[in-house]
Every structure is written in structure tokens, then in C-alpha cells.
């Protein structure tokens, strides 16, 4: 256990639903990080936030993708009109940032979307 | 899109012999950290190697880079069954808030 958690672990849905997720990170942390791993691949990054602040979002992040972390603590993973592309393993990471570059992972929520 | 490569792509060994597994990348970077994964689950955080280092140690596992060939290995010695996971080496760079850009990973499968 690294100490940050998600939730949920698993999540099926149907196509068209919106489907959230959420993330506890390492609570000193300030630094955190969303990333997407389909079946035999490596994680993929998606948004990463410093406190509250959302810094940077990839290009692999369409319109139907929302992510939040008010108060910088928790944070969430929305996405809207869910499609069966987005079936993949959604992981969280924090990082103390401020030079303590180690990123610690949580179990992750893995999405079917039927 | 992945970073580089890792080398091999798969790894069969019998318990108690070495694993050594190679990771390129193609950018600058800061760190360089290798990761564990058993199937379906999270990431493990092994070690990290800053750009400024050569070689690092933690138990069993050796890690080197050369920045000038942007080439990584992770070794694993003396292996047991439970180092069967996928092993992925990722890149980091402080410009870019350090986001991780990872390799296709190494399959390894250690048998008893």
C-alpha cells in the first residue's frame, strides 16, 4: 500500500454514461497526477495538478474528460458520453514536488465500458 | 505516445538467476525511475536515478544510466518467483512538471 487510494477499483458502464472517479493522494503531497494504461502498454499521461491548480493536460485528454482537485487535496476524473475506447486502467500519483520527484501510485480503477 | 523502448519485451528465468532489462528514451531528462507491476494492479516504485548519477543500488536490484547513450538497465539478482511482473522504466523532466513518460515494459516471468 503506497498510501494513495482510488476509488472505485472497477467500474463497468455502458456506453453514453458519464462515469467519475476519485483519487486520495499521500496527504503532504502537493503534486498529482492522472495517467491511463490500456492492456499491455504503459501508462500514458493524462493532467497533473500542483495544489489546486491544474497545470497541464495532454492531448489525449478530449473535451468529454474533466479533471478537479479543489482544496488540493482529493481529486476527481470525470468523463462524459463515456466511449468503449475509454475502457483502460485510470491510475493516480502523487509527489511531494519541490524536487521529490518520486511519483506513487494507487491501485488504480479500471474501466469497462460495454 | 511511449517514450522509448525496453528491451526485451519478455524475460523467462528460472529462480535464482539474474534478470537485466534495458530501457531507451529519446528526450532530455531530470530521473529516470523504474516501476513494478503484477498483473492488473498498480505500480510499485522501485528506484530512481537522477541524470546526474551513474549507478544506483536498493537490495537485489542494480540500476544504471548513460545519459549519452539516453539508455537505462535494471538488474535484478538472485531472483525469486514473486519478481514475476512487468518491470517499466519511466522519464521525468522538471520542466514539464516531471509527468512521467513511460516504455512499453518488460514482461518477466521467474519460474521455481
Known amino acids: 500500500d503506497t498510501g494513495v487510494s482510488q476509488d472505485p477499483r472497477h467500474k463497468i458502464t455502458k456506453r453514453g454514461q458519464n462515469v467519475t472517479f476519485r483519487c486520495d493522494p499521500i496527504?503532504?503531497?502537493?503534486?498529482l497526477y492522472w495517467y491511463r494504461q490500456t492492456l499491455g502498454q504503459g501508462p500514458e499521461f493524462l493532467t497533473y495538478?500542483?495544489?489546486?491548480?491544474?497545470?497541464?493536460k495532454s492531448r489525449l485528454l478530449s473535451d468529454r474528460f474533466s479533471a478537479e482537485r479543489p482544496k488540493g487535496s482529493f481529486s476527481t476524473l470525470e468523463i462524459q458520453r463515456t466511449e468503449q475506447g475509454d475502457s483502460a486502467m485510470y491510475l493516480c500519483?502523487?509527489?511531494?514536488?519541490?524536487?521529490?520527484?518520486?511519483?506513487?501510485f494507487g491501485p488504480g480503477t479500471r474501466l469497462t465500458v460495454l | 505516445s511511449q517514450q522509448g523502448e525496453e528491451d526485451p519485451q519478455a524475460l523467462s528465468i528460472q529462480e535464482g538467476e539474474n534478470a537485466t532489462m534495458n530501457c531507451s528514451y529519446k528526450?532530455?531528462?531530470?530521473?529516470l525511475q523504474w516501476y513494478r507491476q503484477n498483473s492488473g494492479r498498480g505500480l510499485v516504485h522501485l528506484i530512481l536515478i537522477r541524470s546526474n548519477e551513474r549507478e544506483k543500488h536498493s537490495g537485489r536490484l542494480r540500476v544504471t544510466l548513460d545519459t549519452s547513450k539516453k539508455s537505462s538497465s535494471l538488474l535484478i539478482t538472485a531472483s525469486r518467483a514473486a519478481d514475476t511482473a512487468s518491470y517499466f522504466c519511466a522519464t521525468g523532466l522538471k520542466a514539464a512538471g516531471n509527468k512521467l513518460t513511460f516504455g512499453g515494459g518488460t514482461r518477466v516471468l521467474v519460474k521455481p
Open positions: 528526450t532530455s531528462i531530470n530521473n
Open positions: 500519483a502523487s509527489s511531494l514536488g519541490s524536487g521529490a520527484d518520486t511519483q506513487y
Open positions: 495538478f500542483q495544489n489546486e491548480a491544474q497545470l497541464e
Open positions: 496527504s503532504e503531497h502537493n503534486r
